[in-house]
């Protein structure tokens, strides 16, 4: 595998479920992030970690829960979502998230359905 | 709000011609300013991206222009092919690790 992967790619869940998406990158780095894009909306910013210390909240609501165990791995714990949260889910990593800017490299995306 | 936002939503282009496609932010602390193409079904991918202390930067067959002036970005794609039909974001830094991204633009390339 190479550069940023996510599982799975469609998901289809009731408001009721509990599911967990996830991404793993394999480009070494040390920061990670997880986007929303929804339709007709800008790519918004939800989570970011740094060397696996969660650096950003982007005010998201506590039904969506991340964890990121080591600097490759990060999850998107979900639960009690709203029919709203559907969207795509995007995963990315960069270098570090820091005092400079870093390029950051996307995964292919969740599609996520929530019914 | 700290947003960025393209001028047009979509763009129709003959293959072989150029493409422009425009970009308004609103941040003038931002550094960075970065393009990307997302193509159906995948993540958005990085085209180029340039600092603040720069007005133009070319890479492949793409040339990105920023104006401080008057908070506008533009991306230059020459020559365009099919392989360029997607959907374009620009995006800026309003912190070093912050990325804003606009609405963003598809790009369709007419045979």
């Known amino acids: 595998e190479t550069g940023v992967t996510q599982t799975p790619r469609h998901l289809v869940m009731g408001m009721t479920n509990k599911k967990s998406l996830k991404c793993e990158q394999h480009l070494g780095h040390n920061a990670m992030y997880w986007y929303k894009q929804s339709a007709k909306k800008p790519l918004e910013l939800m989570f970011v970690y740094n060397f696996k210390e969660q650096t950003e909240n982007n005010s998201v609501p506590s039904r969506f829960s991340p964890e990121c165990p080591n600097s490759s791995h990060l999850f998107l714990h979900l639960h009690t979502l709203q029919p709203e949260d559907s969207a795509l889910y995007l995963c990315?990593?960069?270098?570090?998230?820091?005092?400079?800017?870093?390029?950051?490299?996307f995964g292919p995306g969740t599609r996520l359905t929530v019914l | 709000g700290e947003s960025v936002g393209l001028h047009l939503p979509t763009l129709s282009v003959q293959e072989g011609d150029n493409s422009i496609i425009n970009c308004a932010y609103s941040?003038?602390?931002?550094?960075?300013f970065i393009w990307y193409k997302q193509e159906s079904g995948k993540g958005p991918q990085f085209i180029i991206d340039?600092?603040?202390?720069?007005d133009k930067r070319q890479g492949q067959r793409v040339t990105v222009l920023l104006n401080k002036t008057v908070k506008h970005l533009s991306l230059q794609i020459a020559a365009t092919q099919p392989g360029d039909s997607a959907v374009y974001f620009c995006a800026e830094t309003p912190s070093p690790y912050k990325l804003s991204f606009g609405a963003g633009t598809t790009v369709t390339v007419r045979a």
């Open positions: 990315a990593s960069s270098q570090e998230a820091s005092s400079s800017y870093n390029e950051q490299f």
């Open positions: 340039i600092r603040s202390n720069m």
């Open positions: 941040n003038s602390a931002s550094d960075y």
